[in-house]
């Protein structure tokens, strides 16, 4: 048989499995499942359908991004707004159906038919949750601009059931608000005095924003946030006049674009701020570094503390030696001369000063003066050549 159609048929063959899979792994049919009878059962039921629509929305998610990614060049990408978004043309309703007909790989086309799937059973869910809905005696506010679903919760519980402020939010805090209500959704509000059973959700009701993907928008915003690195200073000063050109653009736009504004100011700020902590933070390294490579590191100790050590005096070169920490600098740009006080070392006078490593020749490229009192000073001849280094200073009495 030609290895083509051998292809071809294996392909097929893997294709209707996994459709035959699919159709075995089906939930039931919804539409079919009697409705429950009392106020306990049905928000039972709602809070279930709420938490399998996050599940498959979750997964819908992952698929859709693993599509996305096989996706190269201009080809058809899917986006989670367009397929659940309301209210859809006919045209958005079909748009994942046309790219499963298109596409001729086998893979992409199980995934494509599971993200159907998917979109069809939260849709199925939705319908489920509005069913149960009409079913609990409720009172509905529709949201106004300024409003949050815990005013609107207190503002219930407080005028329709006399309930104090105390007692509203403990009854609030059993249950979950949504934080992302948008003017013209119906906030939906029942409570079972006999059960002292609370309960409050959000619909779209007039506005064109089904709460769902509102819902993952913004937490696709904030996984996005999260994973954005902080730009280097000269990106972030380009980053700060593009959003001063945005502010200025946002004049002209209406009102309800003053809350993005003022979203973009915090940004300016922000960036600034993180501008200017980088540059002291590059400042103070510059600074840093620049000290370190024009200053000579050095351990002064008496000749006794030195033989505890073990640092003999004939050492031309210097290692890491056990209890030898080079704590001490002499900045080279600002100051050429040491001076030792004996009695920085538990002694009445200084006698001698030898320097290791004994490369450095006294009198050529450093000297040692003792003064009358005892004191010693060291003054570098030659500080080019000490720049960087570390010396031992052996003091004897």
């Known amino acids: 048989m030609d290895k083509s159609l051998l292809k071809l048929l294996a392909l097929t063959a893997l294709a209707l499995g996994f459709v035959l899979f699919l159709s075995g792994c089906a939930e039931p049919d919804l539409t079919e499942l009697p409705l429950p009878e009392t106020p306990e059962e049905v928000l039972a039921e709602l809070t279930e359908a709420r938490s399998k629509i996050d599940h498959r929305t979750e997964q819908v ?18 986006y989670f707004a367009e397929i659940f978004e309301e209210p ?70 407080a005028e329709k059931h006399g309930m104090s402020e105390e007692e509203a939010t403990e009854k609030i805090r059993q249950i979950n608000l949504d934080d992302d209500i948008l003017p013209g959704y119906k906030v939906w509000l029942f409570y079972q005095a006999e059960t002292d059973l609370f309960a409050s959700w959000v619909h779209r009701g007039d506005s064109k924003h089904n709460p769902l993907a509102v819902q993952w928008a913004k937490r696709r915003r904030m996984i996005s946030e999260r994973d954005e690195a902080v730009a280097m200073v000269a990106g972030l000063e380009d980053r700060k006049l593009a959003l001063e050109g945005e502010i200025l653009s946002l004049e002209v736009s209406v ?26 933070i590059a400042q103070v390294r510059e600074s840093e570094i620049e000290r370190i490579n024009n200053s000579m590191f050095y351990y002064a100790s008496t000749e006794a503390d030195l033989k505890d050590k073990r640092v003999e005096g004939w050492f031309n070169r210097l290692k890491d030696i056990k209890g030898v920490e080079y704590n001490e600098y002499l900045d080279l740009r600002a100051s050429t001369a040491i001076t030792f006080v004996p009695a920085d070392f538990g002694l009445e006078k200084i006698d001698k000063v030898a320097m290791l490593p004994k490369h450095f020749k006294p009198g050529v490229d450093y000297t040692v003066q003792i003064a009358s009192n005892g004191n010693a000073t060291i003054e570098i001849l030659q500080p080019q050549i000490f720049r960087g280094q570390k010396v031992l200073f052996s003091i004897e009495d």
């Open 255 to 280: 009102q309800d674009l003053e809350a993005r504004r003022g979203n973009l100011e915090k940004q300016i700020a922000q960036v600034t701020t993180e501008r200017d902590e980088q540059q002291k």
């Open 88 to 157: 859809l043309s006919a045209k958005e309703q079909g748009v994942l159906n046309k790219l499963f007909e298109e596409e001729q790989n086998v893979s992409y086309r199980g995934l494509l038919s599971q993200i159907i799937v998917d979109r069809d059973r939260i849709q199925d869910y939705q319908e489920r949750i509005a069913s149960l809905e009409e079913r609990l005696p409720r009172d509905t506010v529709t949201v106004a601009k300024g409003d949050t679903h815990y005013r609107i919760a207190i503002k219930y519980l």
């Open 61 to 78: 998610l992952e698929r859709i991004r693993a599509w996305n990614d096989t996706r190269t060049g201009n080809e058809r990408k899917v």
